[in-house]
């Protein structure tokens, strides 16, 4: 596809020669590259509340993100119209960063490999709102209709279509739409008047409507949600202190992306502030954890074809059978590092710096079945569901909350616990997996990811995994 | 200029067919620097707009936003929340706050300097340079960094309803940040300090900047996990005040009428220790959580939430508070989307008399909590259980670093176990003094 056909050429004008002259302008002061990011962004978002849809919103922003890259500096400037004076001046701000003669103007551009990992053939902004607003009803219904002690369902549909155009200064080019579903069910559930206990579930990806009445339809999310509200209803007190932990397979896997992802990204190694840094070829893991980083996975909430600095996303092994094999590069550090591209430089918006980010984030399968895990535990813990997790790359440790937990006795599966957190030294406590499933999952496609203010869509995924040692933040003894 | 245009967006909507409607618009300019090791990594420098509408017909409501000011972007924006509003559910508690309640708060808040942006780009480096190499020149263990950056901003804010509100204010901010990085044998850590303001001239000097965040980055180093126990818990004011953010989360209308609150049935009663006195003021002058009116054009004004230990007050917008049979507080807050939320001023903790260094003399032993991590709080519930380090308390002293830890119990138990001591800081908008726990359950070796 030439410029002259692309979403911005059609919407906003857009030639190759303005995109020339926008480089030329971020290298009027030297500078060793310079790129421009332009996003359009359309959002949708329904939202259901005591049966009601209390609200529909739908929103656009738009803007050009400039960026100047002189040694290890960055300059960056960007302006929210398309307007050539604004996107010039932009590119003026962001030369600053650099101090020498103007780069020789380079022309032309080679646009990067075509592929198409989310072939949504309706676009969920396409398909009629009412259709979308229809998703939400539904499961409003079924979550109230799974138990009569569930009293409060919030159900939230939002869509997104974003269009992206990156070039650089060496004459890379690339386009790509991008297209992202989810759904969220909360539900709340007491017993007469007694303490209320709330439930969550969703997910999504780069899906279209079909998505949701063929794959995962409204109910099963409200269904989900207000089962694991009941279920609370009966946890008893978490246990205080190091336990064995089984953690079930699919969303689980935030824990690979706290404990291992994050400190793995190479801006920290470049910088040497994580706990990794300096280890490629060491131990860090049990000889059964193999960790992958693949942003190639069809239709997945992680996925890119195209990362956010126009380089092709792949499969990268970080960790495998416990060696530490690379980090997750962006441009910046791959440049720097001498390293070549993994296609993990990625960024919030055309308002943000791109940093080297994780896409899906999953350890591959073992050889022990699920039942012989549980059955190999004599007292723990079995975690199978998480809220959110957070790590310091400096020292290494990591926390997750587990939301749906149950005791393990004898190997065998009991009563609920309440949430609790688990701690973990990240390069420690991976060297205590023990065991791993053969029934590898992936989330539902729910997954944010914040790092230094910016926020953007993963995924991670496990098998069932015990893990011999971990701190879990419970209050009973 | 965005005055004139949420005006221009209110009269549009109704032209269309609307039967009430809000506007808010936002301008402003940012800058952010960060030097690291003494050279310049990053410098950037933007300005941005946008403005969202929401609309309703009857009962019934859409909203939209854009990051396109023009005439066409506002059009679209505003045709846009109208249809979605013919397709939305009759809520019998949606509008407009009522008329008399409409205004807007009187005085000098003091939320713009003109110092944040006379300051030029060169200086503001500096200062993030000078704050860097200040914490480096501390120790030799300190021999890294994330870097010394400097940030500010220029915004201004306006909102108009079809009641015939409308206003427009105008803030500054600024901060200086630096996070050094130590070493010593195998134990490596990070840690950071900052100063942050609405006047440049207020700022905390780099020097002392970077020699606060050297003093906080030693202290971490060679931490040691403590073995599982029950404890009392000190929370220095950074950390104290994610408690009171909690407290928040459970007393804003949005969780009372829903009942995702442990203190949803307990107004009047009992909720904390004498001690507890908390309160949510958006008109105190030159901070962050001041602002002269709501997102729905409701006058800021002073709440009492919690006195003496009783629950008081909740925290509402307009339609929090007719679903729930009270009256708005001034509190309606209102993402980029559009969407009324509950939000709240300078939310704070009042300061007890004693020392936080009596506090912790006070304790034979106990954990010093400098750092939380994760999301381990349930506002339904009020169960309580996150990461944590800091330093352990001996005889009455801080002794050595522990990390690898987690503190758990029940916000109820907690509010109820809570002492004070007296150096309540306004960093952001919610601030709490140093608080002491009487006994949480540590989870270590």
Not at chain 1, 97 to 103: E, G, H, L, S, Y
Not at chain 2, 133 to 162: P, Q
Not at chain 2, 346 to 359: D, H, I, Q
Request: hydrophobic residues 35%; aromatic residues 6%.
């Amino acid at each position: 596809m030439a410029v002259s056909e692309s979403f911005f050429a059609r919407k906003f004008g857009l030639t190759e020669r303005d995109l020339e002259s926008y480089l030329s302008e971020a290298l009027s002061r030297g500078g060793d590259y310079a790129d421009v990011y332009f996003e359009y962004l359309a959002t949708t978002m329904i939202q259901l509340d005591e049966s009601i849809v209390k609200s529909a919103t739908q929103g656009v922003t738009l803007g050009v993100g400039v960026r100047v890259i002189s040694g290890e500096r960055t300059g960056y400037a960007y302006c929210d119209d398309l307007s050539p004076d604004r996107i010039r001046h932009a590119a003026r701000v962001a030369a600053c960063i650099a101090d020498a003669p103007a780069k020789v103007d380079k022309t032309g551009f080679t646009e990067s490999d075509k592929r198409n990992l989310y072939p949504v053939l309706t676009l969920p902004s396409d398909s009629p709102i009412t259709d979308r607003l229809k998703l939400v009803r539904r499961a409003d219904e079924a979550a109230r209709s799974y138990d009569s002690r569930v009293f409060q369902v919030q159900a939230t549909y939002a869509d997104t279509l974003k269009h992206v155009l990156v070039a650089t200064s060496d004459g890379a080019l690339s386009f790509d739409r991008q297209p992202m579903a989810r759904m969220n069910v909360s539900a709340l559930a007491r017993e007469g008047n007694g303490v209320p206990q709330r439930g969550y579930a969703g997910g999504g990806g780069r899906v279209g409507l079909d998505f949701f009445h063929n794959e995962k339809t409204p109910e099963q999310f409200a269904i989900e949600a207000a089962r694991q509200a009941i279920l609370q209803l009966n946890a008893v007190d978490t246990p205080a202190g190091e336990q064995t932990v089984v953690l079930g397979p699919g969303w689980p896997g935030v824990l690979l992306h706290e404990a291992v992802g994050h400190g793995l990204e190479a801006d920290f190694n470049r910088k040497q502030v994580s706990a990794f840094s300096n280890r490629v070829g060491q131990q860090v893991a049990s000889p059964l954890v193999t960790v992958i980083d693949d942003g190639t996975m069809n239709s997945r909430r992680g996925s890119l074809n195209v990362d956010d600095e126009g380089a092709v996303t792949q499969r990268n092994v970080l960790i495998e059978n416990g060696i530490l094999r690379g980090y997750l590069q962006d441009k910046l550090s791959s440049r720097i590092l001498r390293s070549s591209a993994t296609g993990n430089g990625r960024r919030e918006s055309y308002q943000h710096i791109p940093m080297p980010r994780m896409t899906n984030t999953f350890m591959l399968a073992g050889e022990s079945s699920p039942d012989e895990i549980i059955q190999s535990v004599k007292k723990g813990i079995y975690c199978v569901n998480f809220g959110g997790g957070q790590v310091d790359i400096t020292n290494g440790n990591f926390v997750f909350s587990a939301t749906e937990s149950y005791l393990i006795e004898d190997g065998k599966i009991g009563r609920p616990v309440k949430g609790a957190t688990l701690i973990g030294n990240g390069p420690e406590s991976m060297k205590h997996v023990s065991m791993v499933g053969n029934d590898l999952k992936l989330d539902e496609g729910i997954g944010i990811c914040g790092k230094e203010g910016q926020s953007v869509p993963v995924g991670v995924g496990i098998p069932t995994v015990r893990i011999d040692k971990m701190t879990v933040g419970g209050t009973a003894r | 200029m965005i005055e004139q245009i949420v005006q221009d967006g209110v009269r549009l909507a109704m032209e269309m067919g609307a039967t009430a409607v809000e506007c808010s618009a936002s301008e402003g300019d940012e800058f952010t620097a960060t030097v690291r090791m003494g050279e310049v990594e990053t410098v950037k420098e933007s300005g941005s707009r946008s403005a969202g509408i929401r609309v309703m017909i009857g009962r019934r409501a859409g909203s939209s936003y854009t990051s396109d000011l023009t005439n066409d972007g506002i059009r679209s924006m505003v045709r846009q929340a109208v249809d979605l509003a013919a397709l939305t559910g009759e809520d019998p508690n949606s509008g407009l706050p009522d008329p008399g309640e409409l205004g807007k708060f009187e005085g000098d808040l003091a939320l713009y300097n003109d110092d944040v942006g006379q300051l030029d780009a060169a200086t503001k480096i500096e200062m993030a340079r000078k704050a860097e190499r200040s914490a480096l020149d501390v120790d030799a263990r300190i021999n890294n960094s994330e870097g010394g950056s400097f940030g500010s901003g220029v915004s201004t804010h306006a909102f108009a309803n079809s009641l015939g509100f409308h206003g427009a204010y105008k803030g500054s901010s600024c901060w200086l940040s630096v996070t050094p990085v130590a070493r010593d044998g195998d134990s490596m850590e990070q840690d950071h300090y900052y100063t942050a303001n609405r006047s440049a001239a207020l700022l905390e000097p780099p020097e002392q900047v970077g020699q606060l965040a050297a003093k906080r980055v030693l202290r971490r180093l060679n931490a040691r996990k403590v073995p599982t126990q029950k404890a009392a818990v000190i929370f220095e004011p950074r950390v104290a005040s994610s408690l009171v953010g909690h407290v928040f989360e459970a007393i804003n209308g949005d969780a009372i009428y829903r009942k995702a609150s442990f203190l949803a049935d307990k107004l009047g009663q009992r909720i904390a220790s004498e001690h507890v006195t908390i309160i949510d003021d958006p008109t105190i002058p030159g901070l962050f959580g001041s602002s002269p009116f709501d997102d729905e054009g409701v006058p800021s004004r002073r709440t009492v939430i919690v006195e003496n230990g009783i629950l008081r007050n909740f925290l509402n917008n307009t339609y929090t508070a007719r679903t729930l049979g009270m009256r708005t507080t001034g509190s309606a807050s209102r993402g980029g989307s559009g969407n009324l939320s509950v939000g709240h001023g300078n939310f704070y903790l009042e300061p007890g008399s004693r020392t936080a260094e009596e506090l912790i003399r006070s304790l034979g032993t106990g954990l010093y909590v400098t750092g939380l991590m994760g999301q381990g709080t349930n506002t339904v519930t009020g169960d309580y259980s996150r990461g944590a380090s800091g330093l352990w308390i001996e005889n009455g002293e801080l002794a050595f670093a522990v990390s690898e830890v987690t503190i758990a119990s029940n916000l109820m138990e907690m509010l109820n176990g809570m002492q004070m001591a007296n150096d309540l800081e306004f960093r952001t908008s919610t601030a709490a003094p140093t608080i002491l726990i009487r006994e949480m359950t540590i989870s270590g070796s």
